[in-house]
C-alpha cells in the first residue's frame, strides 16, 4: 500500500524566511502534485512532477523530485503572509489514476 | 468555464439520519473521484467512477456509503445512517482521459459534514 509522510505537519515561520516541507513517499511513482487548500476552498494545484529531477518554480515556491529516494520538497523564499494555507503532497502509483495524499503541512507566515 | 462543483457546501445532521452529497464535474470530464478527510487526517480516496461506471470503490469505508453517477455526468454520495465518525470534509474530483493518459484531476471545494 503506498504511504506518503509529509513533514511538518504545522510550520509557523516569519515574513521574509525561508523555508522547506518534505514530502516522502513508499513505492514507485508517475506523477507527484503539491496542492495548495485555503480554508473552504478547492484544492488548488501548483506543480505536477513527472520525472527525476524535475525542479518547478512558481513565485516564491519551488518544488523538486528524487524519485530515487522517493522525496519530494516543496521550498518556500522570503515567505510572505498570502502564502498562509494548507498544503498538501499527493502521488499517484504507477499505472494508477488515484491520489494517495499526505497528511498536509498548515503554514502560517507572521508579519 | 466552471470548475467542479459540489453540493451543499455545509451539511450539520443528527446521527442517524441520511445526507446525500451532490457532485458535477468540469463538463466532458470521464473520470470522477470522492475523496474524504477527516479530522485533520489525510484526505483519503473513496472511489473512482469512469462515466457511470465504478472503476474502483476499494476506499469506500462501509456499505452505509452509496455512490452512484446515473448517465455519467453528476455523482452523488450519499450516507445512510451517518455516524459521527462520517464527519469530515468531502471532496470530489475530475480528469479526462485524452486516449493516452488522464489529465490532472480538478477538485471541488468540498462539503463540510458534521454528523452530531
Known amino acids: 500500500e503506498l504511504k506518503v509522510e509529509q513533514n511538518p505537519l504545522f510550520l509557523s515561520m516569519q515574513e521574509g524566511k525561508n523555508y522547506t516541507i518534505y514530502c516522502n513517499y513508499s513505492?514507485?511513482?508517475?506523477?507527484l502534485y503539491w496542492y495548495r487548500q485555503d480554508p473552504g476552498k478547492s484544492l488548488e494545484s501548483l506543480f505536477v512532477?513527472?520525472?527525476?529531477?524535475a525542479v518547478k518554480q512558481e513565485g516564491r515556491l519551488m518544488a523538486s523530485l528524487d524519485t530515487k529516494a522517493r522525496l519530494s520538497t516543496l521550498h518556500i523564499t522570503a515567505a510572505v503572509h498570502d502564502l498562509s494555507a494548507t498544503y498538501f503532497c499527493?502521488?499517484?502509483?504507477?499505472?494508477?489514476?488515484?491520489?494517495?495524499f499526505g497528511e498536509g503541512t498548515q503554514l502560517t507566515v507572521n508579519p | 468555464e466552471a470548475g467542479v462543483t459540489q453540493f451543499p457546501s455545509h451539511s450539520v445532521i443528527e446521527k442517524g439520519q441520511t445526507v446525500t452529497l451532490r457532485c458535477d464535474p468540469i463538463?466532458?470530464?470521464?473520470?470522477l473521484y470522492w475523496y474524504r478527510r477527516v479530522m485533520g487526517k489525510e484526505i483519503k480516496f473513496l472511489l473512482h467512477?469512469?462515466?457511470?461506471?465504478?472503476?474502483?470503490e476499494s476506499g469506500m469505508p462501509n456499505n452505509r456509503f452509496l455512490a452512484e453517477r446515473t448517465g455519467g455526468t453528476y455523482s452523488t454520495l450519499k450516507v445512510q445512517p451517518a455516524e459521527l465518525e462520517d464527519s469530515g470534509v468531502y471532496f470530489c474530483?475530475?480528469?479526462?482521459?485524452?486516449?493516452?493518459?488522464?489529465?490532472?484531476?480538478?477538485f471541488g471545494q468540498g462539503t463540510r459534514l458534521t454528523v452530531v
Open positions: 499527493a502521488v499517484v502509483e504507477t499505472s494508477g489514476s488515484r491520489l494517495t
Open positions: 463538463s466532458g470530464h470521464d473520470n
Open positions: 512532477l513527472l520525472s527525476n529531477g
Open positions: 474530483a475530475s480528469s479526462q482521459w485524452t486516449g493516452q493518459a488522464n489529465t490532472e484531476a480538478f
Open positions: 467512477f469512469v462515466k457511470e461506471s465504478k472503476q474502483d
Open positions: 513505492t514507485t511513482s508517475d506523477r
